[in-house]
């Protein structure tokens, strides 16, 4: 027999997968994981065809990378503070991992300007050059993306207007926030240890 | 209070209804209206595409003809192939899911309306940006895959390449949206009661296509960014002299390349899945074997894409096993047939309406170019075929007969649902007729053609090689095409206005789209279906429905992905200008990074503003959201 459902009770949102948000920032994390993905190739497909690596001049200098991938792996804890935060709908928690969050991303975007100076090559000097700056910008721009974002929904949190969704986005920001933080270990060990070894 | 079902469908009207004017149509976010725009869109560039291949058949008709030179010639097949492929085959058929898949669930809205319509403007301005740069002169010259080194900056000046090269940034972003919201869509917003076994196959065909998307796409988008950069800021990733690679474009490409064949065709696949059953007025044959050869194909589709490199030398064990998995996709398309066959054998009455009829042209011109396929599958064959008009009509075989013709069959046969109005019958058997015909004569010859040695992309032959009558049937039957083109434009021109009433369900179709009015009102179901069975319109009983969702606010709701169980009411966001205004200032970086690579700053900062003013919040949606809102029942004492 065919029923009729009223669901006139249900919630208007939910967290995790539940949320369409999620699906949407899946999506999105799917596909930039594989240009990510395409990008290593490229290098590793790059470096096959190439003597030397890197051609001339030297590897890339450890110290600025390295750091990062430090803070990067901080950075995972205010990150899963806000989220569980969020998910618990504790404004003033949320609001404090937000602003440490922000925090953090300033740090490294810093750093970032000085990982750019270190890299010992540039993009027009070779192709080694071209797909080192190619996996450092690709990173950067997530970098900054989520950043902004993080921006955004902290300065929503503090001024309004706010409704139970935003905690969903924060969540799902902060689901992003990991993407940024694993997808570096990959490409750090291309740009940094990658020219070393091989 | 409890309201009548008119009531309910009269305050739905007025909560869905866009704002009047310019501005209302410029900020829809109706997935019906989106959809048509897309559809019409995605058309409008394959009759742009077809008047350039019109042209070139013109120039090849007669021996030593200087209709056109060599230089436009060149631009010609390129915007040829580039309008067709990725403004048309692929978007069409996404257009097509945007239209469907949400009312084939049984839902209201798609899952991100407005990025919907990011989507859509994206696609537009990427395609005028090609049209308007063809007529300028700088239309893309090197082909649709635009190898380096001749597509780099040492062979191929000015900015006919970066042209290419943005229009494949522009198409790509928008499909992988769209893939998204399909993918989307159709996994969390079904009818309650739609387990993932009773999902129609022509939702399963675009969310599989989708997933293809998402993991092909980004592999060309980043191969034209390197494209791009090499030529704009003289980056060495395809220079050889520098430690670049020439082939590491070919890998690129083609790893989308060939997926792109089944990425266009399988969405084609499921329409027939769809269509075949209502005219054959039984279910279809082998629902699973028919999904899984899908899933199977579009697996195997992403180890084939070596076969169009057998030529660069590349080692042979390599080639044996390309060779190997390109003979064996034969096997999922090949199961495919079967259960069509099979469809169609234990129908008691088959009916003959112009939408089968389309779906009968697919078979024979599919077959002819899948057994041309498993030719150029073995490399010794290929080597000796490739780059020769063999090609040409092998892969026009494919394409046409297995995404054109299922196609036109779904615009035949969906376009009562569209507008309220059938196509005239008449008219779509010329359509039909013409298009088969012309089809054949078009491209037939070009397999004799190949063989005899005549190489693609050349503008003229000279007279003694014996070409000169081929080439001129072959550019009669092309004029033959566009004239079924004129009677299927006329045809629908007239139809909507004036053809006979459609009805709800004209073709006693099983599907939930045909269980909302012709045309559909924005949100498509004053009640959501509550479905029991894969052929909810076949049974005795009509479906069940969902009550409770709010009338007052744009609502639908959200279920869970393996068993359909409601979970959620999701309200949504209101229509806005704020995807237009994006999808402006995309525009304006991707154009702008042709000339100069400070577009890609200051655009960037313009697209984040916009994305911005996008996600901001307006406070009346937020007052209207908080008046609906139910929280989720969260746990309060989790740890932090």
Request: net charge neutral; aromatic share 14%.
């Amino acid at each position: 027999m065919n029923r009729s459902i009223d669901v006139s009770g249900l919630p208007t949102y939910g967290y995790g997968s539940r949320a369409l948000t999620w699906w949407g920032t899946a999506g999105m994390m799917l596909t930039e994981g594989v240009v990510f993905l395409g990008a290593v190739a490229a290098y590793f497909y790059l470096r096959l065809h190439s003597e030397q690596w890197p051609p001339y001049g030297e590897s890339p200098q450890l110290f600025w990378g390295t750091l990062n991938v430090a803070i990067l792996a901080v950075s995972a804890l205010p990150n899963h503070y806000a989220k569980k935060c969020s998910e618990r709908e504790d404004l003033r928690g949320a609001r404090r991992g937000l602003v440490l969050c922000v925090v953090f991303g300033v740090l490294l975007l810093g750093i970032r300007v000085f990982e750019y100076v270190g890299i010992n090559t540039t993009y027009t000097g070779s192709a080694y050059g071209s797909i080192t700056f190619a996996l450092l910008t690709l990173h950067t721009v997530h970098l900054l993306t989520d950043f902004i974002d993080t921006v955004v929904l902290a300065v929503l949190l503090f001024t309004g207007p706010l409704e139970g969704r935003r905690f969903v986005d924060v969540s799902e920001n902060c689901l992003y926030w990991w993407f940024v933080v694993v997808s570096w270990i990959p490409i750090y060990l291309t740009i940094y240890i990658a020219p070393r070894l091989l | 209070m409890t309201l009548g079902r008119l009531e309910e469908a009269a305050a739905l009207d007025r909560t869905w209804a866009d704002a009047p004017g310019l501005r209302g149509w410029l900020s829809t976010t109706d997935h019906h209206a989106i959809g048509r725009r897309f559809i019409v869109t995605a058309f409008g560039f394959f009759v742009l595409a077809g008047l350039l291949a019109v042209t070139m058949r013109l120039q090849l008709a007669v021996a030593d003809n200087d209709l056109i030179g060599p230089d436009l010639y060149n631009q010609l097949f390129s915007v040829h192939g580039t309008a067709m492929m990725f403004l048309f085959a692929v978007p069409v058929m996404e257009a097509m899911g945007v239209y469907l898949v949400p009312m084939m669930v049984g839902s209201r809205s798609i899952a991100f309306p407005r990025l919907n319509a990011f989507s859509y403007w994206i696609l537009l301005f990427g395609g005028l940006m090609l049209f308007v740069a063809f007529c300028l002169n700088i239309g893309p010259e090197v082909g649709w895959f635009s190898y380096p080194p001749l597509a780099g900056p040492e062979y191929s000046a000015g900015k006919r390449q970066d042209v290419w090269a943005q229009l494949i940034t522009f198409s790509e972003l928008s499909a992988l949206l769209g893939a998204i919201n399909i993918i989307t869509t159709a996994l969390k917003m079904r009818a309650p009661g739609m387990t993932l076994r009773r999902i129609p196959l022509l939702v399963w065909a675009l969310v599989i296509t989708s997933f293809m998307v998402l993991f092909a796409m980004p592999s060309v988008m980043l191969g034209s960014t390197f494209l791009l950069t090499d030529r704009l800021v003289s980056t060495q990733f395809y220079n050889p002299a520098e430690g670049g690679d020439a082939l590491l474009w070919q890998h690129l490409f083609w790893f989308f390349g060939h997926p792109e064949v089944y990425i266009i065709f399988l969405p084609g696949l499921g329409m027939i899945s769809q269509i075949l059953p209502t005219f054959c007025g039984r279910k279809v044959f082998g629902y699973f074997g028919l999904l899984m050869a899908m899933a199977v194909t579009a697996f195997l589709a992403f180890g084939l894409w070596v076969h169009h490199m057998f030529t660069t030398g590349l080692p042979p064990v390599g080639m044996s096993f390309f060779t190997a998995a390109s003979i064996l996709i034969a096997i999922p398309t090949g199961l495919q047939i079967f259960c069509w066959i099979a469809t169609i054998a234990g129908s008691g009455q088959l009916r003959f309406a112009s939408p089968m009829l389309f779906i009968t042209g697919f078979f024979f011109i599919f077959i002819i170019g899948g057994l041309t396929g498993v030719m150029l599958g073995s490399m010794t064959l290929d080597s000796q075929l490739h780059d020769s008009y063999f090609v040409v009509a092998h892969l026009h075989y494919v394409l046409i007969g297995g995404a054109v013709f299922p196609l036109f069959g779904g615009f035949h046969y969906w376009f009562p649902k569209m507008t309220g109005r059938h196509l005239s019958e008449a008219a779509a058997r010329w359509t039909f007729w013409l298009f088969f015909i012309g089809f054949n004569i078009a491209f037939f010859p070009m397999h004799v053609l190949g063989l005899q040695g005549m190489t693609r992309r050349i503008y003229t032959y000279s007279s003694d090689t014996g070409w000169e009558a081929l080439n001129m049937l072959s550019t009669l039957g092309s004029i033959i095409i566009a004239a079924s083109i004129l009677v299927f434009i006329g045809n629908v021109l007239r139809s909507r206005r004036c053809g006979v009433l459609a009805g709800d369900n004209p073709w006693n179709a099983a599907t939930l789209e045909w269980a909302t009015p012709s045309p559909p009102p924005p949100y498509s179901f004053v009640r959501p279906p509550v479905v029991s069975s894969r052929e909810p319109l076949w049974e005795v009983e009509a479906p069940g429905e969902v009550v409770g969702l709010p009338t007052d606010i744009r609502s639908t709701l959200v279920t869970r992905v393996h068993d359909a169980a409601p979970d959620h009411v999701e309200l949504l966001v209101s229509p806005s200008l704020a995807p237009l205004l994006a999808a402006l200032a995309v525009s304006g970086m991707f154009i702008g990074s042709i000339f100069t690579p400070w577009a890609a700053v200051w655009g960037g900062a313009l697209v984040a503003i916009c994305l911005v003013y996008w996600f901001w919040p307006r406070n009346r949606d937020t007052q209207e959201h908080l008046a609906h809102e139910i929280k989720p029942e969260v746990d309060l004492q989790a740890p932090a």
